[in-house]
């Protein structure tokens, strides 16, 4: 087997008009991973969507059929958690259209951001900040919107607070913060100390494992959610396989793409809760799906995994 680029040849259900890999049918064997939210037991896909970097490059041109594609392989594959935020273009808006155009709104589990203050200090304004809200309810059209995160940490005490008077309000399910940037992690590990959240949006990859130190532990400990963000180290991991055939090893976990491989390897890890990895390509989301299939790595394996990839 090689690469994801390599093996996956258009592959997506009728909604697409196109035939499903052979290898994407061989990891669906087997009932879909999913994974509890520890404040309520309510239990999602281990697998999602996120809607940055391409998806966010898509949504930003005139055709976004390729986003219609990519929303319905992750529903008719069993995924419902979309990822976005304001701050992704015209992420957010697009894939409100598309799941309302297509009835699809209530079918998805909806994360979206709060990110007024943005990253590296300075002050929300609130009715900034609640306009913002305002703004995502109206584009995503659901009642009460699933997930909010105050994203990148940005001003915590104004936007959590205004988070926390929503949810007590009914209009917000769960909230929480995210953080990718590694300055941020010792107030990401503040704030989940003090802070009645939900959730956490994190970074962590293969190559990418500092959230195990303290992050993840201190989740299961407080009983909070974990979205992972960027498990393909963003382009990172795709940039190290290049060329490189998957280990016929990975066969024993049920991995059958690199994708499969560095997804399960995020799964592993009983602290995360779903991966949601963006990609503008229907043939990557169910590939991606593929992964919330079969079995995952124990102990050993991850430790052979982790030893494969730093070897290339």
Do not use: C
């Not at 992704?88 to 598309?98: A, F, L, N, Q, T």
């Not at 055939?245 to 059958?256: G, I, K, N, S």
Request: hydrophobic fraction near 45%; charge should be neutral; proline fraction near 5%.
């Amino acid at each position: 087997m090689t690469t994801r680029r390599d093996t996956l040849k258009l592959g997506l259900a009728a909604a697409a008009s196109l035939a499903l890999p052979s290898s994407i049918v061989r990891a669906a064997a087997g009932d879909l991973i999913t994974r509890a939210i520890p404040s309520s037991g309510e239990r999602i896909p281990a697998v999602g969507l996120g809607s940055s970097a391409t998806f966010s490059q898509v949504a930003r041109s005139e055709d976004v059929s390729a986003l219609r594609e990519v929303m319905a392989a992750m529903l008719e594959h069993g995924g419902t958690v979309l990822d976005t935020a304001p701050s992704y273009g015209e992420s957010e808006r697009v894939v409100g259209d598309i799941a309302r155009e297509s009835g699809q709104t209530n079918q998805v589990f909806w994360a979206t951001k709060l990110n007024v203050a943005g990253r590296g200090g300075g002050s929300a304004d609130p009715d900034a900040a609640r306009a913002q809200l305002e703004q995502s309810f109206s584009r995503i059209d659901k009642r009460p919107i699933d997930l909010i995160q105050v994203h990148n940490l940005g001003d915590v005490p104004v936007q959590l607070g205004l988070l926390k008077e929503y949810k007590a309000a009914g209009k917000v399910r769960y909230i929480g913060v995210t953080t990718t940037f590694a300055p941020q992690y010792a107030q990401l590990v503040e704030v989940m100390r003090s802070e009645p959240i939900d959730f956490i949006g994190i970074d962590y990859a293969i190559d990418n494992r500092t959230m195990e130190e303290a992050v993840l532990p201190l989740a299961a400990d407080r009983g909070i959610a974990v979205l992972v963000y960027a498990p393909f180290g963003r382009t990172r991991l795709w940039e190290r396989v290049r060329g490189q055939p998957l280990p016929e090893w990975a066969a024993e976990f049920d991995a059958h793409s690199w994708g499969q491989f560095f997804l399960k390897f995020v799964l592993a890890h009983p602290s995360v809760t779903a991966a949601t990895p963006a990609t503008s390509k229907a043939r990557h989301m169910i590939d991606n799906m593929g992964a919330a299939h079969g079995r995952l790595p124990d102990a050993a394996m991850l430790k052979k995994m982790k030893a494969h990839v730093e070897a290339l």
